[in-house]
């Protein structure tokens, strides 16, 4: 069986108090940390910002492709403008 890794990090008092009534933490911060992996943007990996490479390619990317937001969910996605949409 593989040796399980641990992880130590710091939180203002504040978060302290919001998760110490947890009762397991560690796995609620491992599923936590694994849903907001998920979710990183894949163009900037989370950071915020595109470097100026990555501007570029989102330039050429951008002339074929158009940010819309869904008239259900309110939220946005790519769509690719060189297809026919139905």
């Known amino acids: 069986m593989k040796?399980?890794?641990i992880v130590t990090f710091k939180v203002d008092e504040h978060l302290f108090r919001i998760i110490?009534?947890?009762?397991?933490r560690s796995e609620f911060i491992r599923s936590a940390i694994l849903t907001a992996l998920d979710s990183v943007c894949p163009l900037c990996n989370g950071k915020g910002t595109?470097?100026?490479?990555?501007k570029q390619h989102w330039k050429d990317f951008s002339e074929a492709h158009s940010v819309e937001t869904c008239e259900h969910c309110?939220?946005?996605?790519l769509v690719c403008t060189k297809i026919e949409h139905r």
């Open 3 to 5: 040796k399980h890794e």
């Open 20 to 24: 110490q009534g947890i009762p397991n």
């Open 50 to 54: 595109l470097t100026s490479n990555q």
């Open 74 to 77: 309110s939220e946005r996605f």
